[in-house]
């Protein structure tokens, strides 16, 4: 079996980081030494020992991307950038043809989806890359299409805390947006209470000091009109070990989905889950 060449781009961040490593020790796989990076990073290299990866700036990427491409051959990508490069990197992607799994969230992503539609390759999107996450949404999903207001009358607070350096609120809670309103509670997005701040999550949320520059608890609390009953759906991850495990998964699952011919096709999650 051949293995997976896999470019993962946004290093130096953490959690591209984090995948490279997975990449690196998982077998079946082989980390390309190259990743698209930022305008606002300085360095030339990102060492993941023993490999030095070079970082390739946006005003070169279309220079380097063919002596990539001649000296390594067919590739997938990984995407864990910022979210205001979301679109400007999938167009990138499609023009060069390069599928890829993208977990960043953010931009324009209907946009999104229909430049990889109407190109030549394929890429799984998906704002959350944990399976495990993606399954109980899934379950949400059943719940809202099976018994529509289910909730109506209830009250619904929607609390998420990620590292203070995410720029944007929680694609996960946002998705969970719609299975609410379904159900019968008519939340927004402006709605959700989002917690950056360090010392608050440490002293108000409890999250452990070692995991505050990495982890993702979120919490959706019902309420009945009279008080007298509540629910409340938590799911909290302390760091990013969840997420690289789903997306090497989805890696798998997109090169097999290459090898049977796929084109112009966005998987999820949701399909990476299923395996079909």
């Known amino acids: 079996m051949d293995r997976i060449k896999v470019m993962v781009n946004g290093l130096p961040g953490n959690m591209a980081a984090t995948v490279a490593r997975h990449i690196m020790a998982r077998k079946g796989y082989e980390l390309i030494p190259y990743a698209l990076t930022g305008p606002e990073i300085e360095t030339a290299e990102y060492r993941l020992d023993p490999v030095r990866v070079r970082l390739i700036r946006p005003e070169v990427r279309e220079q380097v991307i063919y002596d990539i491409l001649e000296s390594h051959g067919s590739f997938l990508s990984v995407d864990y950038t910022h979210p205001a490069a979301v679109n400007g990197n999938a167009e990138f992607y499609c023009q060069f043809s390069l599928p890829f799994v993208m977990g960043t969230t953010g931009g324009d992503r209907r946009r999104l989806l229909e430049t990889v539609k109407s190109s030549n390759i394929a890429a799984v999107i998906a704002p959350n890359m944990a399976k495990q996450i993606v399954g109980f949404q899934a379950m949400m999903e059943f719940a809202a299409h099976t018994f529509p207001d289910l909730f109506k009358g209830y009250s619904l607070e929607i609390k998420e805390s990620h590292q203070a350096g995410k720029a944007d609120t929680s694609g996960t809670a946002k998705a969970m947006i719609g299975y609410f309103n379904r159900l019968g509670t008519p939340v927004t997005e402006e709605d959700i209470v989002k917690e950056r701040d360090p010392a608050i999550q440490q002293s108000r949320w409890?999250?452990?000091?070692?995991?505050?520059?990495?982890?993702?608890?979120?919490?959706?609390?019902?309420?009945?009109?009279?008080?007298?009953?509540?629910?409340?759906?938590?799911?909290?991850?302390?760091?990013?070990?969840?997420?690289?495990?789903?997306?090497?998964?989805?890696?798998?699952?997109?090169?097999?989905?290459l090898d049977e011919g796929a084109r112009g096709k966005v998987f999820t999650m949701l399909d990476v889950l299923k395996g079909r």
């Open 206 to 257: 409890g999250i452990p000091p070692e995991h505050l520059k990495g982890h993702g608890w979120h919490t959706y609390s019902l309420v009945s009109a009279d008080r007298t009953v509540r629910f409340e759906f938590t799911h909290n991850v302390n760091g990013r070990e969840i997420y690289a495990q789903g997306t090497l998964d989805a890696l798998a699952y997109l090169a097999a989905k």
